[in-house]
């Protein structure tokens, strides 16, 4: 059975760098069909796709958070990440880990990132 | 940047009723088109994907529609379970997504 599971901290300070892994257990990572993704949802509100990554490396951003993000993928870890630079309180949200193929068909649990100093 | 709205932004209703939730493009996106769930403290689940396809293990009693830009998600009648947050979410521009800002149906 398919598990994601988000991991990192959950406090970071106002101009530093969100970091977060998502493990991947049930299935390989290097899958050829699926895409691994990261979406946000601040509190009280909706859904904010941040982008995808493939197995060979290949990513895909938002638009209007492309200049902060990076996300890569570690295939011998079963794993892939997001990295997420100039953090402000307006990034603070909890953070999904989300296996994708057109739709996100499986989800992490969520990790709350709250960025305050 | 495709832009989906969804209406209403809260709907009321009781069991047993059948209600609709739409979701309207920017632009035409074909039937490239997906509707989540999102309970309390839970992640979404898929439901509706490709307009109109039922994702594994979802109700006989939710259904989709629509083409282009005018989309719905029916749900008939509701059980106490289906009350939660509903968002649909487009894959026109695949890998690229964009969602609706959602419904809240209490």
């Known amino acids: 059975q398919l598990q994601l599971q988000e991991s990192g901290p959950g406090l970071v300070k106002p101009s530093e760098t969100l970091s977060l892994v998502c493990t991947v257990s049930?299935?390989?990572?290097?899958?050829?069909?699926?895409?691994w993704g990261w979406v946000r949802q601040p509190p009280g509100k909706g859904l904010e796709w941040i982008g995808n990554?493939?197995?060979?490396?290949?990513?895909y951003y938002k638009s209007s958070l492309k200049s902060r993000v990076t996300m890569s993928i570690d295939t011998s870890k079963n794993q892939f990440s997001l990295k997420l630079n100039s953090v402000t309180a307006a990034d603070t949200a909890v953070y999904y880990c989300?296996?994708?193929?057109?739709?996100?068909?499986?989800w992490g649990q969520g990790t709350l990132v709250t960025v305050s100093s | 940047e495709i832009v989906l709205t969804q209406s209403p932004a809260t709907l009321s209703s009781s069991p047993g009723d059948t209600v609709t939730l739409s979701c309207r493009a920017s632009?035409?996106?074909?039937?490239?088109l997906g509707w989540y769930q999102q309970k309390p403290g839970q992640a979404p689940r898929l439901v509706i994907y490709?307009?109109?396809n039922r994702a594994t293990g979802i109700p006989a009693r939710f259904s989709g529609s629509g083409s282009g830009t005018d989309f719905t998600l029916t749900i008939s009648s509701l059980e106490p379970e289906d009350f939660a947050i509903y968002y649909c979410?487009?894959?026109?521009?695949?890998?690229?997504?964009?969602f609706g800002q959602g419904t809240q149906l209490e």
């Open positions: 989300v296996r994708t193929l057109r739709y996100l068909d499986s």
């Open positions: 049930g299935d390989s990572i290097t899958s050829i069909r699926f895409y």
């Open positions: 990554v493939f197995q060979n490396g290949n990513t």
């Open positions: 632009q035409s996106i074909s039937t490239y």
């Open positions: 490709d307009a109109s």
């Open positions: 979410q487009e894959r026109y521009n695949w890998p690229h997504i964009t």
